[in-house]
């Protein structure tokens, strides 16, 4: 059963979006202490106890039916999961070539694969006026993302392995976005924010213990300093679980490939934050994409 469309899942994506680019920040801080995948981990971590929290408040206080699972969701939370830790391990190998640029703006291409993937596995559609802002928003962002001399050696360079990485990298993200809709409409509930709420729950803990099995036996240091950044890692995981939730209900509201175009306003909060505080001039190339952008977005808030 399909949540009705309503306006609700714009001011939820904005706010998502807000709390993620937080969380990045929180998360770089930790980087000074903890390797990229101990960094990560608290996301999952620390976030847990107030996911479990969350949901079991919406049953007891709320009211709201307990949903039951069935195999349908079960299969769609864990593709999901294991998708997104796949796909975020695809984008930090990135790091690791010398022409990483390329292959992260590849990975830009994140809205248009999950647009693909929303047709195919949910038969999720897009308007002409919606794909044009899909369209429009993913080649500002790729503009964006282009470093230095980019440009060509991301359109020659489509088929080397960077590219290809980068491509993956999007591809499994619009997977797991994807997948945690279907999750969630599989539950047949009525409404959205439990069937949101549940499955956020189940692919929080499932992500948890992946995370914690791949520490224990390949970094096992980091669980110490984990402890020992308790304080940031929390505060981390909670503003993490409080994006995710958002993110959760508004994809159950609404298509992937929209939600996902919105949360580009990310970008331009970024964009002119370092402009106006830090004083960074930006290029080109960079105005160009961030116009782009705006259309994009704007698009996407009068969908037709």
């Known amino acids: 059963m399909q949540a009705p469309v309503t306006s609700l899942w714009i001011p939820l994506t904005i706010g998502a979006a807000f709390l993620q680019n937080l969380r990045t920040v929180l998360q770089k801080q930790l980087r000074a202490s903890l390797s990229t995948n101990a960094a990560t981990f608290t996301r999952f971590a620390f976030g847990s106890p107030l996911v479990v929290f969350y949901t079991l408040s919406l049953h007891w206080f709320a009211g709201l039916a307990w949903p039951e699972p069935n195999l349908a969701f079960i299969a769609w939370v864990t593709l999901g999961g294991v998708a997104q830790i796949v796909a975020t391990s695809c984008l930090i190998h990135l790091f690791s070539f010398r022409n990483f640029a390329v292959g992260v703006t590849y990975s830009k291409t994140e809205v248009i694969q999950a647009a693909i993937f929303g047709l195919l596995f949910l038969g999720d559609t897009v308007t002409p006026w919606g794909a044009m802002a899909i369209a429009i928003g993913t080649l500002g962002v790729m503009l964006i993302s282009i470093s230095g001399g980019g440009l060509r050696a991301m359109i020659l360079g489509w088929g080397e392995r960077p590219a290809l990485i980068g491509l993956a990298s999007g591809a499994l993200f619009g997977i797991a976005a994807v997948s945690f809709r279907a999750a969630a409409l599989a539950l ?104 782009l952008l705006v259309i994009g977005i704007g698009m996407t808030l009068n969908l037709r």
Not at 199 to 220: D, F, G, H, P, S
Not at 222 to 244: C, D
């Open 188 to 291: 047949g509930e009525r409404g959205f924010v439990m069937p949101a709420a549940y499955a956020l729950l189940w692919a929080n803990l499932l992500q948890t213990a992946v995370m914690a099995v791949y520490l224990c036996l390949r970094e096992r240091d980091q669980l110490a300093k984990l402890i020992g950044a308790w304080r940031l890692s929390a505060l981390a995981g909670t503003v993490g679980v409080v994006a995710s939730a958002l993110w959760f209900m508004a994809m159950t509201l609404q298509a992937v490939a929209y939600v996902r175009t919105l949360s580009l306003i990310e970008l331009v909060f970024t964009f002119l934050f370092s402009w106006f505080f830090f004083k960074e001039r930006p290029r080109a190339r960079e105005l160009a994409g961030i116009a």
